[in-house]
T-cell receptor, first 112, second 110 residues
């Protein structure tokens, strides 16, 4: 069964303290792995898509990487405005549907 | 702003009632997805439409149904509502693989 597991569930950082969020996945053929940011009560905001092992993408203080079994979201020198829940999701290659299978998310709090 | 709009933002209703949630996708996107987000289940895929046709179903209850109209907007109908249906309902649209989510409708069933 396709599954996505994110760790840790919650993470508290001081401003400027870099860290990484983990997303482990099991999928029968990966079409893409997606990272989203979600603020409380809002819709998920698209961050990155990764397609193959070894791929990396960056946006401001965020960098996403992908291996055959997991993805990492590295946050460098975070600021309080980076506080949010970060969601990882996978999409199957074989299916003719683009449905996303989400992990439970990592809630990040960055203190000034 | 993702370009996906959802109405209403909030909905409070009673058990046994029926409600309709509406979604307008981004201009040009043919695919529309519906997801449910509850505290204990996370984001769960419900159903997908592509250019008016149902493409895939997830764990959608028989009490729930959806459709996509010729102008590509979509509606999710929830009937015989139960307390456990209280959740955030998101619509997403996609031009291909990446999905862009709307702001959601928060449903509270009392």
């Amino acid at each position: 069964e396709d599954q996505v597991t994110q760790s840790p569930e919650a993470l508290r950082l001081q401003e400027g303290e870099s860290s990484s969020l983990n997303c482990s996945y099991t999928v029968s053929g990966l079409r893409g792995l997606f990272w989203y940011r979600q603020d409380p009560g809002k819709g998920p905001e698209f961050l990155f898509t990764l397609y193959s092992a070894g791929e990396e993408k960056e946006k401001e203080r965020l960098k996403a990487t992908l291996t055959k079994k997991e993805s990492f979201l590295h946050i460098t020198a975070p600021k309080p405005e980076d506080s949010a829940t970060y969601l990882c999701a996978v999409q199957q290659r074989a299916s003719n549907t683009g449905k996303l299978i989400f992990g439970q998310g990592t809630t990040l709090q960055v203190k000034p | 702003d993702s370009g996906v709009t959802q109405t209403p933002k909030h909905l409070i209703t009673a058990t046994g009632q029926r409600v309709t949630l509406r979604c307008s996708p981004r201009s040009g996107d043919l695919s529309v997805y519906w997801y449910q987000q509850s505290l204990d289940q996370g984001l769960q895929f419900l159903i997908q439409y592509y250019n008016g046709e149902e493409r895939a179903k997830g764990n959608i209850l028989e009490r729930f149904s959806a459709q996509q109209f010729p102008d590509l907007h979509s509606e999710l109908n929830l009937s015989s509502l139960e307390l456990g249906d209280s959740a955030l309902y998101f619509c997403a649209s996609s031009p291909g693989e990446t999905q862009y989510f709307g702001p959601g409708t928060r449903l509270l069933v009392l």
